[in-house]
């Protein structure tokens, strides 16, 4: 498909066309935008619209069309794509709703659409799209749009066009050169628009604001290329909270998906996430200047300057919220403030010029001192530019002395300089100092500071894009699985004789363990195991055994063991599960309680799951994810760095941890999970017992769920 035509036409038809409905609101934006190509009303009831001669349909147009805005009904979209085809337009925006935001018929309507447009190679934004503005090239097709476009180095991909205006509208520094309503995305999806978008060498970042991710695969691919060229991505997805994703489903008409494994597929990938529309314009406002002039940052070390010590500390409240470093300065840069700010300047960062600041060589030669220590990689300064400078002439000077020196201190170092409107809204535009397109201006201290956080994470992260290895023991995992018939039928939780096998294959410690069926094994498991050992009830219709009292603890003798097997063997009866069974374990010796686990996301694929483990878990929820597969370093980074690592390192007099010994069982787990990727459902193993350096990591409840058919047994895939 061809996305030149639809992006950026020399001929529009706009099919439906009349004085009082949207098709002439699309005519009104493109005539006074000044829109050069030519433009074609198109009904057969009219004969004008907006002092246009109207033609009754696309083949009485005096030229070849190029894209054709469709602002019919939706029960008359088919046909008028049919009528595209036969005179071969390349590109179509459909307007109308009724699509696959309207239920099963909508969805059928909206399947057939795209089955024709594929067929007839249009490529077709939406439907339930207001349109595109493509200021680079002036095509603005977007109801609702006036006046030129502007033409900055930043592009929006939004599904909802309700993102799209709250950003052209915002009245901030941002000036995107590109903004695409993608609507329900039935032929092209987010990820086609910036595949085609990245190849833009004016555009160096691209921003999303999706409800859906149609296509992870693609936007991986995105992601991969963006990095090559040194672009970034941006996105804000909806759909965090229960409320959210019932919003999000009901407008888009899809499935919105896990966030947190889209936390971790977007953070795999180098992809900034953004929490609210705030934080997205603020950012792309950032990322758009800086990368267009070539500007990364090498560190992580922010300096702050303005005048007022109640705004420095606000701002290095707001840094220390955010996970920003601001680094002490050097004892040079102190002395050479101290020089410019008199005795008993506390030269300290965030840096307070004082009623100095006002100064504009003081600020100047402030700046410049910050600037240059070693320890600051990007510099932000901060005023609050007046929305009515009449009344505030002494405030606008500051303002424009602070926006001359970032200016100058942009022009004379490589490092990035960022001017921040301490609140947030619209940037003053009485500030007359002209803007160096190299200095972002920003507006609103926590949002600012999110955006620099951001750029600095992403300009020092080094992605990997592993294509996944399978390991050497695949087959016989694969062959295990799938010979197994597991517990509970179609519920696919897999025996506790076959999940030990699996975890032994990938070379995961485990607590002995013997499964039974009679009083007699039982008691002869625990001789074989050794006392004290727990006993458990194993069923696909108790997956958490503790929250039922099917976990006997502390069993000393074969006394306490056929006692406790036979309260589980009456329990299993309660069930009414023929399949369940007992296991007599080991009792695990105290140490750090950890959960490891796999979770098999329908959209971005396994995942490994780490974090405090045993029987809070669930309670608090203190777990991170990673998308696999991943590589032996990542997984002692995530060791190292993940939650549980104060309680790994030794507290309160405790030893260390065998963090050596819990990185070798997550790599096992990890292989587990990505070679069978095509059969697990999830892995859960809590706890994992962690001892002392040197004692090893042991697994103690292992959990293996698997996808089945309705009989039951494995799927071969």
Known sequence: MNLDKLLNPRTVAVVGASDDGAGGRLIDALTQSGYAGAVYPINPKRT?????????????????????????????????????????????????????????????????????????????????????????????????????????????????????????????????????ASGNEAVLTAADYVLHLLEDARLSVIGLALEAVREPAKIRAAAQ????????????????????????????????????????????HNIVRIGDLDELIETLALFGPLLADGRRVRGRGIGVIGTSGGKAGLYADVASDVGIDLPILAAATRDRLVDILGPGTPAINPVDCG?????????????????????????????????????????LRYCNNALAAANKASAASAKPIVFVNTRAGRWGRDVDVPRDPRVPLLNGARPALQAIDHFTRWSTAAPRWPEGVDSSVKSAALQLVRSTLPLGGDRGLVRPEAAAKLLDLYGIARIAERCVMTEADAVAAAAAVGYPVVAKLVSARALHKSDYGFVKLGLTDAAAV????????????????????????????????????????????????????????????????????????????????????????????????????????????????????????????????????????WAV?????????????IEAK
């Not at 700046?367 to 009344?391: F, I, N």
């Open 48 to 180: 004008e619209v907006r002092n246009r001669r109207c033609y009754p349909d696309v083949r009485s147009a005096p030229d070849a069309i190029d894209c054709a805005y469709v602002a019919t009904p939706a029960a008359a979209v088919l046909s008028v794509l049919d009528d595209l085809a036969a005179t071969r337009v390349g590109a179509a925006i459909v307007y109308a709703t009724g699509f696959a935001d309207a239920g099963p018929e909508g969805r059928r309507h909206q399947d057939e659409l795209a089955a024709r447009a594929r067929a007839y190679d249009i490529a077709l934004c939406g439907p339930s799209s207001l349109g595109l503005i493509n200021g680079l090239d002036g095509f603005p097709a977007f109801i609702g749009s006036e006046g030129k476009p502007d033409a900055g180095p930043i592009a929006v991909v939004s599904q909802s066009a309700g993102f799209i205006d709250a950003i052209r509208t915002s009245g901030s520094a941002i000036q995107p050169g590109m903004l695409i």
């Open 355 to 395: 009623v100095g600041g006002v100064n504009a060589l003081k600020i100047e030669r402030c700046l410049a001192a910050l600037v240059a220590d070693e320890a600051v990689d990007l510099a932000a300064v901060y005023g609050d530019p007046p929305v009515d400078a009449g009344r505030f002439p002494g405030y």
């Open 701 to 713: 409840d292992a959990r293996i769920i698997v996808r089945t058919s309705v009989d039951g047994r």
């Open 562 to 697: 056929a006692r406790a097997f036979a309260d589980l063997w009456r329990a299993g009866a309660r069930l009414d599960d023929a399949n369940a069974t007992v296991s007599i374990q080991r009792l695990a010796p105290p140490g750090v309680e950890m959960i490891a686990g796999i979770t098999n996301d329908r959209d971005v694929g396994p995942l490994l799951v780490f974090g405090a483990g045993g029987v809070l878990v669930d309670v608090l929820r203190v777990v991170e994810q990673r998308l696999l597969p991943l590589d032996q370093d990542e997984v002692a980074a995530l060791v190292a760095a993940g939650p549980g690592a104060a309680l790994l390192t030794g507290v309160r007099g405790r030893p260390a941890a065998d963090v050596d010994a819990l990185a070798i069982t997550l790599g096992g787990l990890g292989r587990l999970g990505w070679d069978l990727r095509s059969e697990i459902v999830e892995v859960d193993l809590n706890p994992v017992i962690v001892l002392g350096r040197g004692e090893g990591a």
């Open 225 to 268: 290329r963006a990095d090559a060229l040194g672009k970034a991505l941006v996105v804000m997805k909806v759909g965090r909270s229960d409320r959210g994703r019932e919003a999000a489903m009901g407008h888009t008409g899809s499935l919105v998906g896990n966030d947190r494994a889209w936390t971790a597929f977007f953070a795999r």
